[in-house]
């Protein structure tokens, strides 16, 4: 049963290091997007990708995050240096189409101390 | 911009009462809607979807929705809940314009509890 993966699925670091979070996509799809939720802002949205193109990535602070898909298998998003505000969890989702149902992984709880 | 609004931020029913979530959105052409459900502790799983047809969506686990154009609305409904119906839940909208579709906007969510 295909499912998108997320590593790791708990990460608790210091403010200031960087953190790494990646995803892999259900095979085939070629849409890829990253969502971050907390309690305060709800589910948003940060990057979304096409054919492993950057589509739209205003919802991403672009000082410290980055996100990639170094190839079709797996997406990455950095964030660099991390803050406490960073804290929540990532998620991310893959999709054969851009409209239509979006396949979740099970996240990345992120803890920024 | 399209928006979607959850009215509902928390909403507590007994089990076996009947559920009805609001759901508006705010655009004027042609949109794919969804609802998603995330369990304690899990990622979002689709409940159902509307692209066209028959306004009136059955999902999964006795869930449905009914799309009506007229007041840009798209309320999930169950009949009778049960307590493992615990859940949030989020609505979810893609707009099409220019004959491709954005990418899909959330609500803020409907969390759910159900008492035993």
């Known amino acids: 049963d295909a499912r998108v993966t997320q590593t790791p699925r708990d990460k608790v670091t210091e403010m200031g290091q960087e953190v790494t979070m990646r995803c892999q996509p259900i095979?085939?799809?070629?849409?890829v997007f990253w969502y971050r939720q907390t309690m305060m802002q709800g589910l948003e949205l940060l990057a979304y990708?096409?054919?492993?193109?950057?589509?739209?990535d205003s919802g991403m602070p672009k000082d410290r995050f980055s996100a990639e898909m170094p190839d079709a298998t797996l997406a990455t998003l950095k964030i660099q240096p991390s803050e406490p505000r960073d804290s929540a969890v990532y998620f991310c989702a893959s999709g054969s189409t851009g409209y239509d149902e979006q396949f979740f992984g099970p996240g990345t709880r992120l803890t920024v101390l | 911009a399209q928006s979607v609004s959850q009215h509902n931020h928390h909403v507590i029913l007994s089990e076996a009462a009947s559920l009805e979530l609001g759901c508006n959105y705010s655009y004027g052409g042609t949109v794919n809607l969804f609802w998603y459900v995330q369990y304690p502790g899990q990622h979002l799983q689709l409940l159902l979807k509307?692209?066209?047809?028959?306004?009136l969506v059955k999902g999964i686990k006795g869930f449905e929705a009914e799309f009506i154009k007229s007041k840009f609305s798209f309320n999930l409904r169950k009949p009778s809940v049960q307590w493992s119906d615990t859940a949030e839940y989020f609505c979810a909208v893609n707009a099409w314009a220019s004959g491709s579709a954005r990418q899909l906007t959330f609500g803020s969510g409907t969390q759910l509890t159900v008492l035993p």
């Open positions: 095979l085939g799809h070629n849409t």
């Open positions: 990708f096409r054919n492993r193109a950057p589509l739209d």
């Open positions: 509307y692209f066209s047809g028959d306004p």
